[in-house]
């Protein structure tokens, strides 16, 4: 069965702006405690609330997370929490490079998949990452 979304705000009203301020300040509070950029919780929030398509809500969640990250980072540097060049070098410079290479085949499948499937596919890495959130041991 397709997930239909409740879009029960409009995104160019004033409750569409107002609400769109709050879930903000709540996602990105949220996203900075746990030291992600958010898409996870950006992209169920554009499709349920604004009822967003997929493809809609993964590019708006991608320019926000810019604005997220880039302010973390700040932040994060500031209080010397970032990690040492080397592990970034060895981490996050090939898996970057490699998303690069990833974006492309991804952006052309997004523009021609159904927004069904799409779902689909979020659906299953959220309830993955769900899973594996609720079966770490501290």
Not at 17 to 26: C, E, P, T
Not at 36 to 45: D, K, N, R
Not at 58 to 80: D, F, P
Request: aromatic share 4%; hydrophobic share 55%.
């Amino acid at each position: 069965m397709p997930v239909v979304p409740v879009g029960f705000i409009g995104g160019e009203s004033w409750a569409g702006l107002w609400s769109g301020m709050a879930l903000g300040v709540i996602i990105g509070a949220i996203a900075a405690l746990l030291g992600v950029a958010g898409g996870e919780f950006l992209l169920p929030t554009l499709i349920l609330v604004y009822g967003a398509s997929p493809t809609t809500a993964g590019t708006a969640s991608l320019a926000i997370s810019i604005v997220a990250v880039t302010a973390g980072l700040v932040r994060y540097r500031a209080m010397k929490m970032l990690p040492s060049r080397g592990e970034l070098h060895r981490i996050a410079l090939p898996m970057g490079l490699a998303s690069i290479v990833g974006a492309i085949p991804g952006g052309v499948l997004a523009s021609v998949a159904p927004d069904t499937t799409l779902k689909l596919i979020l659906r299953a890495i959220l309830i993955a990452a769900a899973a594996k959130t609720l079966r770490h041991k501290p």
